[in-house]
T-cell receptor, first 111, second 110 residues
Framework: SQQGEEDPQALSIQEGENATMNCSYK?????LQWYRQNSGRGLVHLIL?????REKHSGRLRVTLDTSKKSSSLLITASRAADTASYFC???????????FGAGTTVTVRA | EAQVTQNPRYLITVTGKKLTVTCSQN?????MSWYRQDPGLGLRQIYY???????DKGDVPEGYKVSRKEKRNFPLILESPSPNQTSLYFC?????????FGQGTRLTVV
């Protein structure tokens, strides 16, 4: 079942600008993760935030989590052409590690 | 290098011809899974395995089989492929909740 929904579906920004995308989910979670996928290739893990955390940083990435609203946001600062990709949020709600993915946000960074 | 390896990367087959997509990981992970990715639907889990000889259905298991005879290998079997199984398939192994994905297998069933 599709747990997460990303918004917007697509985003086009200029190099150097910030990109923000959101993820909403339906049921209680243990963790929320963000993954990146370059055109038709495998997904790469970016960051994991636990349900008892509110904000996490990794390099140019900032993730927030609001469990009361069942939502998360991913901010990419000072975007580069290499950030052009699809970004997916994934949640796991039980300790069996099953991940439920959203449909993704496609980000295009223009030079 | 830690990795998940899938083969083949691309496959075109005909309806009803049995095929196997192989998946191997070198990270000694216990949990492995298969996903399919279709436009607008994100990734959906087909089957997963908690450990050797332990497998279970995911969200979309119909038409697929798996086996887990060794920790490192988790092949996906389509005994009688149909056109609605045309998709991009990913194998993954987990360290805790974090999944490591293979490069994908693009399958076309005609």
């Amino acid at each position: 079942s599709q747990q997460g929904e990303e918004d917007p579906q697509a985003l086009s920004i200029q190099e150097g600008e910030n990109a923000t995308m959101n993820c909403s989910y339906k049921t209680s979670i243990n963790n929320l993760q963000w993954y990146r996928q370059n055109s038709g290739r495998g997904l790469v893990h970016l960051i994991l935030i636990r349900s008892n955390e509110r904000e996490k940083h990794s390099g140019r990435l900032r993730v927030t989590l609001d469990t009361s609203k069942k939502s998360s946001s991913l901010l990419i600062t000072a975007s580069r052409a290499a950030d052009t990709a699809s970004y997916f949020c994934a949640t796991d709600a039980r300790n069996d590690y099953k991940l439920s993915f959203g449909a993704g946000t496609t980000v295009t960074v223009r030079a | 290098e830690a990795q998940v390896t899938q083969n083949p990367r691309y496959l075109i087959t005909v309806t009803g011809k049995k095929l196997t997509v192989t998946c191997s990981q070198n990270m000694n992970h216990e949990y492995m899974s298969w996903y399919r990715q279709d436009p607008g639907l994100g990734l959906r889990q087909i089957y997963y395995s908690m450990n050797v000889e332990v497998t279970d259905k995911g969200d979309v298991p119909e038409g697929y089989k798996v086996s887990r005879k060794e920790k490192r290998n988790f092949p996906l079997i389509l005994e009688s492929p149909s056109p609605n199984q045309t998709s991009l398939y990913f194998c993954a192994s987990n360290f805790g909740s974090q999944a490591f994905f293979g490069q994908g297998t693009r399958l076309t069933v005609v």
